[in-house]
């Protein structure tokens, strides 16, 4: 693996002139995240944290080249408590965009975005189709793939809404196994707000759900469990990679 962010252009340079390996050394892995509430517990960075983690674990295991996060995203749905920073939907595709065709210029030949954000999920799908159609680059968008089950393994807690996880016990735990001292377990206190029957089929503020931020109990939280569901959802999205590797080598 090499990273972008702490090596000089010469190292990188080297690094792809070493050439192709069947483990993908010129896929490069984005990690996409989002500046926006957690409840008061967990930072402000909590989707860039996990995503990063996860394009780390990737890259590693893929002798691939990792890019440094976006830090921002489309996150709307956030925007009503203080310190959420949200891109529109089309300035998160023109950034993906950018920088894929920026890292083909110097050799990269596939592209992997690991989102951290609900919100981005459309505008990074719609960047990987751009990235194909028009600009001739193979691109994957990694969403998390098996976190639900993951959870389902370790959590103690019930959710929110199915499937929802946002500075709940899951969060919380990925967190902790990522950089405990970003978390404050003295702020911890559940939140199950009613959800309307249609939530996931129209844009709804969180905040105007739970005023916390939080969707769950972050108070089960461990370190052990964040780190089982970090492996599996890595795991998960290894067999993605290969399959995609393969795929765009022939």
């Known amino acids: 693996m090499i990273e972008l962010a702490r090596s000089t252009w010469t190292e990188v340079a080297a690094h792809m002139k070493s050439g192709q390996t069947e483990s993908g050394r010129t896929t490069a892995f984005l990690p996409f995240g989002a500046l926006e509430q957690h409840g008061p517990h967990l930072p402000l960075s909590t989707d860039t944290l996990q995503c990063g983690e996860i394009a780390r674990r990737l890259a590693e295991r893929t ?10 995203g489309e996150t709307w749905g956030n925007s009503g408590h203080p310190g959420t920073i949200s891109l529109a939907p089309s300035t998160v595709t023109a950034i993906a965009v950018d920088i894929a065709r920026a890292a083909a ?80 377990p ?56 290969t399959a995609f590797q393969s795929a765009v080598r022939g």
């Open 186 to 241: 003295d702020r911890y206190a559940p939140s199950y707000p009613e959800m309307p029957a249609d939530f996931g089929h129209r844009p709804i503020r969180l905040g105007d759900l739970a005023e916390s931020g939080v969707f769950g109990d972050p108070r089960p939280a461990t370190a052990a469990k964040g780190e089982s569901i970090i492996e599996a959802v890595v795991a998960n999205a290894l067999e993605l990679v």
């Open 63 to 72: 002798d691939g080249i990792l890019l440094p996060p976006v830090h921002y």
């Open 105 to 184: 210029g110097f050799g990269v030949d596939a592209f992997v975005i690991v989102n951290g954000d609900y919100g981005n999920m459309n505008p990074l799908v719609l960047a990987s189709r751009l990235l194909q159609m028009e600009h001739g680059i193979p691109a994957l968008v990694i969403d998390y793939p098996g976190l639900v089950a993951a959870g389902d393994a370790v959590k103690e807690s019930p959710w929110a809404a199915p499937g929802l996880c946002h500075a709940d016990e899951m969060e919380t735990s990925m967190i902790l196994a990522i950089d405990p001292d970003l978390v404050h």
